[in-house]
């Protein structure tokens, strides 16, 4: 049974994706609080990422790095702080736990990263400066790193649009919001977090085994088609 840590795996995305491996994968899980579920395979420690000390893990066949933000303001509302913290906790806190982790990694089997960018690093939106630039340098991350650890790690990144979770929930705060999102995207939906949660986890899978240093584009449409 491989052993997956999540950091960041007590609400929204992350924890659908502790959700759709506890049944298969020992999951050790770093958040600030913990998940809303038990399971004789999950294992937790309370965490803050950006300022606490690391739990020692030895093993570890994957990672996934969730932690994110949603941080939208016009440029001249955007305070150097808030550069900072969007990057401190997109980026910084991803590369702090892989540097904390890659040792476990390599002796894992086959072992796998996924990361998180969003569809802003690609598509321009008003509004989104701050966490637009900090998500491109996690795909920046995630090619490179892509790269430097071939062939023992492989690691990607997963790009999504809009998905219905406590962190987006300012943007789909009543009817007609949700309607508009709808419309916004070609496939006339945004996402669930279990499909983002299931894209994560076929990352981590052997499924995935020729897949390394890519961004997988969770989209609804909105990036790769005019419509």
Known sequence: ???????????????????????????????????????DNLTH?????????LPNIENA???????????LKPINRLSIEDFKSDFDINVIGAVKAIQMYLPALKNGNRSSIVLFSTVAAKLGMPFHASVAAAKSAVEGLTKSLGAELAPTIRINAIAPTVTDTDLASKLLRNERMIENMNERHPLKKYLQPHEVADMATFLLSEKAASLSGQVFEMDCGIVSFKI
């Open 45 to 53: 420690y309370q965490c803050d990422i950006l300022t606490d000390e």
């Open 1 to 39: 049974m491989k052993t997956i840590i999540v950091v960041g795996g007590s609400k929204g995305i992350g924890n659908a994706i502790v959700s759709s491996l506890l049944s298969s994968h020992k999951v050790v899980n770093i958040s600030r609080t913990a998940p809303d579920q038990s399971h």
């Open 61 to 71: 066949d994957g990672l996934v790095y969730c932690p994110g933000s949603i941080n």
